[in-house]
């Protein structure tokens, strides 16, 4: 109690104002055990939950499907007043709070949005405030670069563009290869050449900030190329190469379409030949098309350089195609290879003759054979470049690819007087040595694993052997067929054989050899009636002649123009008239237009004195 009270004395002291308060009972048996209250009767209503945001209520001005955007809620939140300014007096209150850099940012982020025309009027705005220090805003080259941009995204004219730059000296700035190349897009799309072509040279002369780069030369040399202006281009492909900058693939197409059509084939196989030596332009290569178009042009020209970097183009494209995915099969047509290969032979370059086969080989892809035409243009490639045992071996694999072939296909296939002569004359070329170096050759080749064992092979040599008129080596390569390489003569050793004898008016032993074919059952063929009409008019007898050609006929054969064209001159020249005019029958009767021979005529008829001497 005593404690009780004291505790009652010194809360008076420290609450004097409040005199009225109870105290905490005395009493010692006091129960202060909770209880729990009763509830009291449910008369009141449970408080409701805040309004639905999706209802509509006026609360939340209507939901967050369809808000209401001038809420009294949302203006609250913006400065009042700054909706109501106009976009000027934005533009304008923001330029007196920025420096270079924060301009430069702010560029950076209206150029992704592409407000070209508020970068013009904030940089114009800017351009007349007052920095930090009450001094006058001064851009930087860079800064001045970005109005020159937004300037051309408006749409300024080139003229426009350079009075921009001309005011650049106001600010003491200058211009470097940038402002320069916003000058020449605005010429560019004026197709402005003359003008380009001033600032172009302006540039190479003011200096190393200003001094054009690949940007500056692919635009005035694309400029130029679109208006024809082909020299002058290519003055500036040879600088842009020289400096060591890069042609744009735009450029390099336009480049050789350009000098294609003009034939500056020359020119354009050293521009080639300069952007291979470049790591930066060794990658460009025209379009698919147009690499057709080139490898055509090329041969048409026999520039086998230019061919041979076409169908490098080309084979840079099948190679793209096979690792795209998916993979995209591209072939060269094998025409043009065909033609590739002869060219090669024409121009004697190896290098192309073995480009082409390569090319074919990949575009057939296994899954072809080439064609005759591809076996014969490769062999007369290499007959003209001298590679006589390259020559042979094409040969031995033409023979594989199309022994099978029909007996009229293969007759003319594999004939040493048309198909094969090519290689005949490269037999020939140096007469008995380089006969007998390829026979001997093939002997050797006989004996090897897998022996190789031609027919058309010997008979190239034996009709070689006769056009320089040696009939002993053509008998004996004829006899060797079968006895050294176990070979059966064909139709074109006979004819071959036929022709050596003819050639020297053996004429009874070139009919013996033609009879001894009949009687071991080949099947002679329109040009052995053709030699054994040849051999009897060599020996003055258009008479035995004409019994030859009615024996052709009887067999089935047509004689030729040139054939009957050959007896009646000889005709003439016997005077053997009767004759003459059975040629003129046989030529009614097959149809055969014989026409005149004046000029020939006019030779033989000319009389030859000392009077003018």
Not at 73 to 91: E, K, T, V
Not at 176 to 191: P, R
Request: charged share 20%; net charge neutral.
């Amino acid at each position: 109690m005593a404690m009780l009270i004291k505790s009652r004395t010194i809360i008076k002291i420290l609450n004097p104002a409040k005199t009225s308060f109870r105290s905490i009972t005395t009493f010692t048996f006091l129960n202060q055990e909770p209880q729990l209250a009763e509830s009291p009767p449910s008369t009141l209503q449970p408080s409701p939950l805040p309004p639905n945001p999706a209802s509509g209520s006026p609360l939340y001005n209507e939901n967050w499907r369809n808000p209401i955007p001038n809420s009294p809620l949302a203006q609250n939140l913006i400065p009042y007043g700054f909706l109501n300014q106009s976009d000027s007096s934005r533009i304008r209150a923001l330029s007196q709070t920025l420096d270079v850099q924060s301009l430069m940012n702010v560029f950076a982020d209206w150029m992704t949005s592409q407000r070209w025309a508020d970068m013009k009027q904030l940089f114009e705005c800017w351009i007349r405030s007052l920095d930090k220090t009450g001094k006058p805003n001064k851009p930087d080259v860079n800064l001045y670069n970005h109005y020159l941009r937004a300037n051309f995204m408006i749409g300024a004219s080139a003229g426009e563009m350079l009075d921009l730059v001309a005011q650049m000296d106001d600010y003491a700035i200058e211009p470097n290869t940038a402002s320069f190349n916003l000058v020449l897009k605005a010429m560019y799309q004026a197709k402005e050449s003359e003008a380009a072509e001033k600032l172009l040279e302006r540039m190479v002369q003011t200096g190393k900030e200003s001094l054009p780069d690949d940007e500056s030369y692919n635009l005035v040399i694309d400029m130029l190329l679109q208006q024809d202006l082909i020299d002058v281009a290519l003055k500036y492909i040879d600088m842009t190469l020289k400096s060591g900058y890069m042609l744009t693939i735009k450029v390099f197409t336009e480049c050789v379409r350009s000098c294609v059509t003009k034939g500056r084939l020359d020119t354009l196989v050293s521009i080639i030949e300069k952007c291979k030596s470049m790591d930066q332009n060794k990658a460009l290569c025209p379009t698919w098309n147009l690499c057709n178009f080139l490898t055509e042009a090329a041969m048409q020209n026999d520039n086998s350089k230019l061919a041979l970097f076409a169908l490098e183009f080309m084979a840079r494209w099948m190679a793209r195609g096979e690792n795209a995915r998916p993979s995209v099969f591209l072939s060269v047509d094998e025409g043009l290879v065909v033609s590739a290969l002869v060219t090669a032979g024409r121009t004697y370059n190896s290098t192309l003759l073995d480009a082409s086969w390569v090319v074919l080989k990949r575009s057939l892809r296994q899954k072809k054979r080439p064609n005759p035409e591809t076996y014969l243009a490769k062999i007369y490639a290499h007959s003209l470049l001298g590679n006589l045992q390259r020559a042979f071996s094409t040969l031995h694999e033409f023979e594989g690819a199309h022994a099978n072939s029909s007996n009229e296909t293969k007759d003319d296939l594999f004939s040493p007087f048309t198909s094969l002569f090519p290689l005949v004359v490269a037999c020939s070329k140096k007469g008995f040595e380089t006969l007998d170096t390829v026979y001997f050759q093939l002997e050797n080749l006989s004996h090897g694993e897998p022996p190789f064992k031609s027919v058309a092979a010997l008979n190239c040599i034996i009709l070689g052997c006769a056009n320089t008129w040696d009939l002993d080596r053509a008998y004996q390569t004829f006899e060797a067929i079968s006895s050294t390489f176990g070979l059966t003569p064909n139709i074109h050793s006979y004819n071959a054989l036929i022709y050596a004898f003819g050639k020297l008016k053996k004429t009874f032993e070139a009919s013996r050899v033609f009879e001894h074919l009949i009687s071991v059952g080949v099947k002679p063929n329109a040009l052995s009636y053709s030699l054994l009409v040849d051999a009897h008019l060599i020996n003055r007898d258009p008479k035995a002649a004409l019994s030859v050609v009615d024996e052709m006929v009887e067999a089935g054969f047509i004689p030729s123009r040139e054939t009957l064209k050959k007896i009646r001159r000889r005709c003439i020249r016997e005077m053997d008239y009767e004759s003459n005019d059975r040629v003129d029958s046989l030529a009614k009767q097959h149809r055969i237009m014989m026409g005149r021979e004046t000029r020939r005529d006019l030779l033989f008829d000319l009389e030859y004195s000392t009077e003018y001497a």
